[in-house]
């Protein structure tokens, strides 16, 4: 299938029950800001070109960010840093996202994650990270022929993303390279791949300073510039 028809089968997914549940019970109690929206209450796919050079991976919808919109960070904090970032690089077409149809492109990046709907406390189980890993190691291998490198967003998204890039095909070295901010490791496989680890952009990193908005343009700029973009 297309990268196109992956994510229109992702948002039908119930394959987390414990997931499925929390989507649909935020969606429907809400919260009080977002008391006139409709809610998304699904899976959330990747967002981005199909053939994108460089990915960011990040851990799973927020459940009143991508979980109300139905695009990834979209309509919360975290958003609103990253795509502030992204747009100040020269990969976004605007700062800002808010919902799903205010225009918003993204230039040669696709934004993804390795569990697609959103869990209690931002922490899906090692069981339910298997499972969706499924979807993202599609979702990579439909990529592959385009993407150069890969941005990660925080530990989770790395120890997820390092088996499942072994399954598809890349050589992932043993012991497995350890997530850092700025750590940076080049794979041999199908494409020559780069990775490279930040912060994740959520309120705890910040909001504390840990991750600033100079620190994460960094991290974009040598992503776009090992994916040539
Ligand atoms: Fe399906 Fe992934 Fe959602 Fe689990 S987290 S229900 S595998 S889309």
Not at 133 to 147: I, R, T, V
Request: charged share 20%.
């Amino acid at each position: 299938r297309t990268l196109a028809e992956l994510d229109a089968d992702l948002t039908e997914c119930r394959a987390c029950p414990r997931l499925v549940e929390w989507r649909e019970h935020v969606a429907a109690t809400k919260r009080a800001a977002y008391a006139d929206e409709t809610y998304w209450g699904r899976p959330v796919p990747g967002f981005g070109p199909s053939d994108a050079a460089l990915v960011i991976v990040g851990l799973a919808p927020a459940a009143h960010g991508a979980n109300r919109t139905g695009r990834m960070f979209t309509g919360d904090r975290s958003g609103d840093v990253l795509y502030q970032a992204l747009y100040d690089v020269g990969l976004a077409s605007q700062p800002t996202a808010t919902h799903a149809r205010d225009g918003l492109e993204l230039y040669g990046t696709r934004i993804t994650s390795p569990v697609h709907c959103a869990p209690p406390a931002n922490k899906p189980t090692p069981a339910e990270r298997d499972t969706c890993g499924g979807w993202l190691a599609e979702e990579l291998d439909l990529l592959a022929p385009s993407m150069r490198s890969i941005v990660v967003l925080g530990a989770f998204g790395w120890q997820a993303l390092l088996p499942v890039l072994a399954r598809a095909g890349w050589e992932v070295p043993r012991p497995r390279p350890t997530f850092g901010h700025a750590a940076y490791v080049e794979l041999a496989g199908p494409a020559p791949l780069h990775l490279v680890g930040c912060y994740h952009v959520s309120q705890q990193n910040t909001f504390t300073g840990r991750l600033t908005p100079a620190m994460l343009r960094d991290v974009l700029t040598r992503a776009k510039g090992l994916a040539g973009l």
